[in-house]
């Protein structure tokens, strides 16, 4: 099952979440068709549950990174992995929360939705976690702390469709360092 879920998540990330086709997903999971429907529901529940994998694996690393000591580790610590994750090239290049969201048109309107709502989650997470830093001394007390993590998730965003779009590792790396200069403090 988990094997399956990891060539659909493969297959919902290089394509999106409409040009995953059934064909594309149960050749890829080998299965057939039936045996999706009835391990999975249909391609909506599979792709919800490919997105808990994901969650899991590849974009874990945002979790390790909001508990770092500092604000500014907890910066560093996101673009580094959204670096590694969206250049690495054993998986599709990008971020499946923005890719399968560019790709999705009116009849995907929930799954468009869940992944703003996801990507929305990781902001807020983001903002909750530079307030504290700003409680403890550890940014300036005039940060203003919903734009500082916007801006952060913005740049995230960015380093994911720059990659899908073929941006070297170190190019990435590059933003990634310039976006740290406008740290506050």
Not at 40 to 62: C, D, M, S, T, V
Not at 121 to 149: H, K, N, Q
Request: hydrophobic fraction near 45%; charged fraction near 30%.
């Amino acid at each position: 099952m988990d094997e399956a879920l990891d060539r659909a998540l493969e297959v919902f990330w290089r394509h999106g979440y409409e040009g995953a086709t059934i064909p594309d997903l149960t050749a890829a999971m080998g299965i057939n068709r039936p045996s999706l429907y009835a391990a999975f529901g249909n391609k909506e529940a599979l792709f919800r549950k490919a997105l808990e994998r994901y969650r899991a694996g590849p974009i874990a690393f945002a979790r390790e990174a909001l508990a770092e000591p500092t604000a500014r580790r907890v910066a560093e610590s996101l673009l580094c992995g959204a670096v590694r994750m969206a250049s690495d090239d054993s998986k599709p290049r990008g971020c499946i929360m923005v890719q399968a969201a560019l790709t999705c048109g009116e009849d995907s309107e929930p799954i468009r939705r869940e992944l703003a709502e996801g990507r929305e989650a990781a902001v807020v997470a983001i903002r909750e976690r530079f307030e504290r830093a700003v409680r403890e001394g550890d940014l300036p007390a005039e940060t203003d702390c919903s734009a500082l993590a916007r801006y952060l998730a913005t740049v995230m965003n960015g380093l994911s469709v720059q990659a899908s779009g073929g941006a070297t590792c170190d190019e990435l790396r590059r933003v990634a360092e310039l976006a740290m200069r406008a740290w506050p403090g």
